[in-house]
Nanobody, 117 residues
């Protein structure tokens, strides 16, 4: 079945950096818009960043200038480079793939990011 597997989460100090990866399998990766979402305790899930199959990107206002989403179609992988991390970035980060034609959604299992001193 389709799998989206995230990696790269962990504990980091404020001001630090992390890079999340999401490896997709059993999909035609180039047909998918990919996104990173996050959910903090007691809060709703929110879109952090998205990248279309054509490479266009969009970001939540709270992460603009600090986070960068990218994709490597040869590796079926989407990345989220997170710099200048803040405690309020603490959340479970999940990868999403949305088919450009059928709009079927797939989700990864999530990876915890904790920003704390």
């Amino acid at each position: 079945q389709v799998q989206l597997v995230e990696s790269g989460g962990g504990l980091v100090q404020p001001g630090g950096s992390l890079r999340l990866s999401c490896a997709a399998s059993r999909i035609i990766f180039t047909h998918y818009t990919m996104g990173w979402y996050r959910q903090a305790p007691g809060k709703q899930r929110e879109l952090v960043a998205g990248i279309t199959s054509g490479g266009s990107t969009n970001y939540a206002n709270s992460v603009k200038g600090r986070f960068t989403i990218s994709r490597d179609n040869a590796k079926n992988t989407v990345y989220l480079q997170m710099n200048s991390l803040k405690p309020e970035d603490t959340a479970v980060y999940s990868c999403n793939g949305n088919n450009d034609y059928s709009h079927v959604d797939y989700w990864g299992q999530g990876t915890q990011v904790t920003v704390s001193s």
